[in-house]
């Protein structure tokens, strides 16, 4: 036999390993898929073409991510000369390799498991995300699961699969040289390119059914595809009108009765906010619920009783029913809150660069003498907190803040328990009371989030479950409101109470707008009337409606709307996630993807399902273009930042205008 007819061979039997790596992740990929399935269960109705999509699709991204997984193994193979390889400790050394291999995709696809149950969805946006903030999430995990255990089955699984598997892995080489093998790894390198550059994951993405089609992805695509889009620039990647034209319909939508521009520059929004009579300065308390989703309460159906104070003061409060989140992150719902705008893709401004100086919620306060704060129970450097709160008008006081030897009934990784939290919270409003000044605080709560461990005695549930720490956020939010109502500043400040985001964000929709449903309560007895609000509202309308009832006249750029100033029929919201960006109007939901794609639904407001609406209606489609375009435009061009004529006192309307809709 010739050595020319030898060469084949020898180079199949070097790169054999390949095969035994790419049958193992196609099992593992199938596994993985089995499992999601039941994780779903009716998410995925009983459809053998929904499986078949799932499982046929998801092979092919299983096939496709093995050319880049592989390349540790496909180097090996080059690297090692002919002699080291078909040595004993050659052989050794390809097992340990493999079996790593084989232990880290295990891991994965455990991991996959344990974030679908979180989100719904295969890896994305908020995996990369996380992946920042190392001590927080290894800290989560090791908090929440047995990790340890977990890795130490996953070893000893590997071990043992690779000893039970180890035909496929023996080191043949009956005579490749250097240069032959090198070929295989350009083919392979080429093959990588061509995957990278031909293959997106939204190819998988034509079911209708969004958790098919998360079945059909492939955990480590989607993290790195992912990664790829975190700074998704919008003129590039969606729909888009003439700058003009898009300005122009801006200036439209966000003009309300009590408002009118200070100038003819089509891009700028700049309007005076003019009501009857002062402003009433009283303080301000805001406090964004962890993962405070609607469908917790009684209110909406919940039969476990779980929040019994927040059922209670439905009834004493002004209470919106209707309120739709911009996004399933915390740093989502706090841009709303603070900044008043519709999410931009990628990532939210509260982490991007160029932040500082905006525009801000704290900006109106602070004119007008408050002091106003950003508390937090964890450590703000998370999500890059402190430094977005810092520049943009507000102190901030978090975990740091707390002396040794003060009292902590209780914590976790991503910090102290509620209770704590709001003892100093206090603090800063007695200290501004004491100093004489009106306060603004901005709280952000934590333990209504994995591991759901709170302190011992305070709810029945079982500690470290949801329906704990929900009972617990309920609790220590009652008790706050107690402490409170002690200090000689609680008639005089208004309790403003509502969510960052949802618990879930899963759905068989890509944006299912049940999860984005979250309460909303104002209270303060001496000033507000209890009252049931049904209209539609945007978390971006919270503030501007909050400044309303106050009676403030103020300099505005902000996005969002006084509620009770808003005409009917012109309610909107803007739920979205870090890349699909969705306009709520008139029982539409618009939503607008990168590679300038669009799709109109009409959702199912009880259980997050959708129908394509037809005939589109291609003004709504405009209108949602127009506002994500303008408000990406003005961050990226940096006139979202604060002006110094933003502090012009701004006189009252002329008297015989109506006081706010619940004030005396």
Same mark, same amino acid.
């Given at each position: 036999?010739?050595?020319?007819?030898?060469?084949p061979s020898a180079l199949r039997q070097r790169f054999r390993p390949l095969y035994w790596l790419a049958v193992s992740y196609a099992l593992i990929g199938m596994l993985t898929r089995i499992a999601l399935l039941f994780m779903?269960?009716?998410?995925?109705?009983?459809?053998?073409?929904?499986?078949?999509?799932?499982?046929?699709?998801?092979?092919?991204?299983?096939?496709?991510?093995?050319?880049?997984?592989?390349?540790?193994?496909?180097?090996?193979?080059?690297?090692?000369?002919?002699?080291?390889?078909?040595?004993?400790?050659?052989?050794?050394?390809?097992?340990?390799?493999?079996?790593?291999?084989?232990?880290?995709?295990?891991?994965?696809?455990?991991?996959?498991?344990?974030?679908?149950?979180?989100?719904?969805?295969?890896?994305?946006?908020?995996?990369?995300?996380?992946?920042?903030?190392?001590?927080?999430?290894?800290?989560?995990? #090791?908090?929440?699961?047995?990790?340890?255990?977990?890795?130490?089955? =996953?070893?000893? +699984?590997? *071990? /043992?699969? !690779? &000893? $039970?598997?180890? #035909?496929?892995?023996?080191?043949?080489?009956?005579?490749?040289?250097? =240069?032959?093998? +090198?070929? *295989? /790894?350009? !083919? &392979? $390198?080429?093959?990588?390119?061509?995957?990278?550059?031909?293959?997106?994951?939204?190819?998988?993405?034509?079911?209708?059914?969004?958790? !098919?089609?998360?079945?059909?992805?492939?955990?480590?695509?989607?993290?790195?595809?992912?990664?790829?889009?975190?700074?998704?620039?919008?003129?590039?990647?969606?729909?888009?009108?003439?700058?003009?034209?898009?300005?122009?319909?801006?200036?439209?939508?966000?003009?309300?009765?009590?408002?009118?521009?200070?100038?003819?520059?089509?891009?700028?929004?700049?309007?005076?906010?003019?009501?009857?009579?002062?402003?009433?300065?009283?303080?301000?308390?805001?406090?964004?619920?962890?993962?405070?989703?609607?469908?917790?309460?009684?209110?909406?159906?919940?039969?476990?009783?779980?929040?019994?104070?927040?059922?209670?003061?439905?009834?004493?409060?002004?209470?919106?029913?209707?309120?739709?989140?911009?996004?399933?992150?915390?740093?989502?719902?706090?841009?709303?809150?603070?900044?008043?705008?519709?999410?931009?893709?990628?990532?939210?401004?509260?982490?991007?660069?160029?932040?500082?100086?905006?525009?801000?919620?704290?900006?109106?306060?602070?004119?007008?003498?408050?002091?106003?704060?950003?508390?937090?129970?964890?450590?703000?450097?998370?999500?890059?907190?402190?430094?977005?709160?810092?520049?943009?008008?507000?102190?901030?006081?978090?975990?740091?803040?707390?002396?040794?030897?003060?009292?902590?009934?209780?914590?976790?990784?991503?910090?102290?328990?509620?209770?704590?939290?709001?003892?100093?919270?206090?603090?800063?409003?007695?200290?501004?009371?004491?100093?004489?000044?009106?306060f603004f605080l901005h709280i952000m709560t934590t333990s209504n989030h994995r591991p759901f461990t709170v302190p011992a005695n305070r709810v029945p549930q079982k500690d470290g479950t949801r329906e704990a720490a929900v009972?617990?956020?309920?609790?220590?939010?009652?008790?706050?409101?107690?402490?409170?109502?002690?200090?000689?500043?609680?008639?005089?400040?208004?309790?403003?109470?509502?969510?960052?985001?949802?618990?879930?964000?899963?759905?068989?929709?890509?944006?299912?707008?049940?999860?984005?449903?979250?309460?909303?309560?104002?209270?303060?007895?001496?000033?507000?009337?209890?009252?049931?609000?049904?209209?539609?509202?945007?978390?971006?309308?919270?503030?501007?409606?909050?400044?309303?009832?106050?009676?403030?006249?103020?300099?505005?750029?902000?996005?969002?709307?006084?509620?009770?100033?808003?005409?009917?029929?012109?309610?909107?919201?803007?739920?979205?996630?870090?890349?699909?960006?969705?306009?709520?109007?008139?029982?539409?939901?618009?939503?607008?993807?990168?590679?300038?794609?669009?799709?109109?639904?009409?959702?199912?407001?009880?259980?997050?399902?959708?129908?394509?609406?037809?005939?589109?209606?291609?003004?709504?489609?405009?209108?949602?273009?127009?506002?994500?375009?303008?408000?990406?435009?003005?961050?990226?061009?940096?006139?979202?930042?604060?002006?110094?004529?933003?502090?012009?006192?701004?006189?009252?309307?002329?008297?015989?205008?109506?006081?706010?809709?619940?004030?005396?």
């Amino acid at each position: 036999m010739s050595i020319a007819s030898q060469q084949p061979s020898a180079l199949r039997q070097r790169f054999r390993p390949l095969y035994w790596l790419a049958v193992s992740y196609a099992l593992i990929g199938m596994l993985t898929r089995i499992a999601l399935l039941f994780m779903v269960g009716g998410g995925v109705p009983h459809n053998p073409l929904y499986w078949t999509y799932a499982f046929g699709i998801g092979l092919v991204y299983d096939l496709i991510t093995f050319v880049y997984i592989a390349w540790p193994l496909v180097l090996f193979l080059w690297l090692t000369p002919q002699r080291a390889y078909v040595s004993r400790a050659g052989q050794w050394a390809l097992y340990l390799l493999a079996a790593v291999l084989l232990c880290w995709l295990m891991f994965v696809g455990a991991s996959e498991l344990v974030f679908w149950g979180e989100f719904g969805t295969r890896f994305n946006f908020i995996a990369v995300d996380y992946l920042v903030y190392t001590t927080e999430v290894i800290g989560n995990i #090791r908090e929440s699961y047995p990790i340890g255990t977990w890795l130490s089955l =996953l070893a000893l +699984a590997s *071990v /043992v699969i !690779v &000893w $039970l598997s180890k #035909r496929g892995l023996r080191a043949s080489d009956s005579g490749t040289r250097f =240069l032959q093998r +090198a070929k *295989v /790894v350009l !083919v &392979w $390198l080429v093959l990588t390119v061509i995957t990278a550059v031909a293959v997106k994951g939204t190819y998988k993405d034509r079911s209708d059914n969004a958790y !098919v089609n998360e079945l059909a992805g492939n955990g480590i695509y989607e993290f790195v595809a992912a990664f790829r889009s975190s700074h998704l620039d919008y003129s590039r990647f969606y729909l888009t009108l003439p700058q003009e034209q898009a300005f122009s319909r801006v200036r439209d939508l966000v003009k309300t009765p009590e408002a009118t521009y200070v100038s003819d520059d089509p891009q700028d929004l700049t309007r005076e906010i003019r009501h009857a009579g002062p402003g009433k300065h009283l303080n301000v308390v805001l406090i964004s619920v962890e993962s405070l989703s609607a469908d917790f309460l009684k209110e909406f159906g919940n039969k476990k009783d779980i929040t019994p104070n927040l059922d209670a003061l439905t009834s004493q409060s002004m209470f919106f029913d209707h309120l739709y989140a911009n996004g399933t992150r915390t740093v989502r719902g706090l841009e709303a809150l603070s900044l008043s705008v519709p999410p931009t893709p990628g990532d939210s401004i509260v982490k991007a660069h160029n932040n500082e100086n905006l525009f801000s919620v704290a900006n109106v306060f602070n004119n007008r003498g408050y002091q106003s704060d950003f508390v937090y129970g964890g450590y703000g450097y998370f999500d890059n907190m402190n430094y977005f709160f810092s520049h943009n008008g507000y102190r901030t006081v978090d975990r740091n803040d707390i002396a040794k030897g003060e009292t902590i009934h209780h914590e976790n990784v991503w910090g102290v328990a509620d209770e704590d939290l709001y003892t100093l919270a206090l603090k800063q409003m007695d200290s501004a009371n004491a100093a004489g000044k009106p306060f603004f605080l901005h709280i952000m709560t934590t333990s209504n989030h994995r591991p759901f461990t709170v302190p011992a005695n305070r709810v029945p549930q079982k500690d470290g479950t949801r329906e704990a720490a929900v009972a617990y956020t309920d609790w220590s939010i009652a008790d706050f409101i107690k402490r409170a109502r002690s200090k000689p500043y609680f008639d005089d400040t208004v309790f403003v109470i509502t969510a960052d985001h949802c618990a879930s964000s899963a759905g068989r929709t890509s944006v299912p707008i049940n999860r984005y449903h979250i309460p909303l309560w104002i209270y303060a007895p001496k000033y507000i009337s209890p009252q049931r609000v049904t209209r539609q509202m945007s978390q971006i309308d919270i503030m501007p409606t909050v400044l309303g009832l106050l009676n403030f006249s103020y300099r505005s750029r902000f996005f969002g709307a006084d509620i009770f100033q808003l005409e009917p029929g012109r309610e909107r919201a803007f739920p979205a996630t870090y890349e699909k960006l969705g306009y709520l109007h008139d029982e539409a939901l618009s939503i607008l993807k990168p590679q300038r794609l669009f799709e109109q639904v009409r959702p199912d407001f009880d259980n997050g399902d959708a129908v394509p609406r037809t005939p589109i209606e291609q003004g709504q489609v405009d209108d949602a273009t127009a506002y994500y375009q303008t408000a990406a435009y003005l961050f990226k061009r940096g006139l979202m930042v604060k002006r110094p004529e933003d502090n012009t006192p701004v006189l009252p309307a002329a008297t015989g205008t109506t006081a706010p809709v619940g004030m005396p």
